[in-house]
T-cell receptor, first 113, second 110 residues
Framework: DAGVIQSPRHEVTEMGQEVTLRCKPISGHNSLFWYRQTMMRGLELLIY????????DSGMPEDRFSAKMPNASFSTLKIQPSEPRDSAVYFC???????????FGPGTRLTVL | EDQVTQSPEALRLQEGESSSLNCSYTVSGLRGLFWYRQDPGKGPEFLFT???AGEEKEKERLKATLTKKESFLHITAPKPEDSATYLCAVRGGSQGNLIFGKGTKLSVKP
């Protein structure tokens, strides 16, 4: 029984490059969340989708960040251009609307040099 | 503004030494307080949800309690495998999103 799948697990890039993080939620789940975790700020919600529609993107830090969910089984988080302060672990989580528990993926560790 | 504060930031215990982790919160209209466990290099894993003051939930050596201003995660006779970061989160208002604290890193030495 596959959980939330994220790729890549690690990404090292140079400042100014475009970065795309990918997430496959658990089959049947209709809510998807993107989080960012740093030592300084902890775990912060960036954006979440219900039924593939963005509901709240108030946590997206800047216009350099964008997220899409073209279908129920795939979502992307894109950073363009990337900056060193974007270095963090990015988590994707999914759930079935109405459920209490969010199921987290293993995360993508992003390093921007 | 909704806010979650966890203390201590780090806690070192000897195996068998019971203790408690604290989660203080301010939220408009609490719609649930959540405890998650996070192991190094992994995503958070759900433990408990509490909804109203006085509610308690237990799982193995862990017991979570809730008051109107804070929640405690009590760890009874911990084992080394309980070592992890424990995250507290609240859901409030009309939004479905969770607001997380920064966590307490627990280390249990044999």
């Amino acid at each position: 029984d596959a959980g939330v799948i994220q790729s890549p697990r690690h990404e090292v890039t140079e400042m100014g490059q475009e970065v795309t993080l990918r997430c496959k939620p658990i089959s049947g789940h209709n809510s998807l969340f993107w989080y960012r975790q740093t030592m300084m700020r902890g775990l912060e919600l960036l954006i979440y989708f219900n039924n593939n529609v963005p509901i709240d993107d108030s946590g997206m830090p800047e216009d350099r960040f964008s997220a899409k969910m073209p279908n129920a089984s795939f979502s992307t988080l894109k950073i363009q251009p990337s900056e060193p302060r974007d270095s963090a672990v990015y988590f994707c989580a999914s759930t079935l609307q109405g459920l209490v528990e969010q199921f987290f993926g293993p995360g993508t560790r992003l390093t921007v040099l | 503004e909704d806010q979650v504060t966890q203390s201590p930031e780090a806690l070192r215990l000897q195996e068998g030494e019971s203790s408690s982790l604290n989660c203080s919160y301010t939220v408009s209209g609490l719609r649930g307080l959540f405890w998650y466990r996070q192991d190094p290099g992994k995503g958070p894993e759900f433990l408990f949800t509490l909804y109203s003051a006085g509610e308690e939930k237990e799982k193995e050596r862990l017991k979570a309690t809730l008051t109107k201003k804070e929640s405690f995660l009590h760890i009874t006779a911990p084992k080394p495998e309980d070592s992890a970061t424990y995250l507290c989160a609240v859901r409030g208002g009309s939004q479905g999103n969770l607001i997380f604290g920064k966590g307490t890193k627990l280390s249990v030495k044999p």
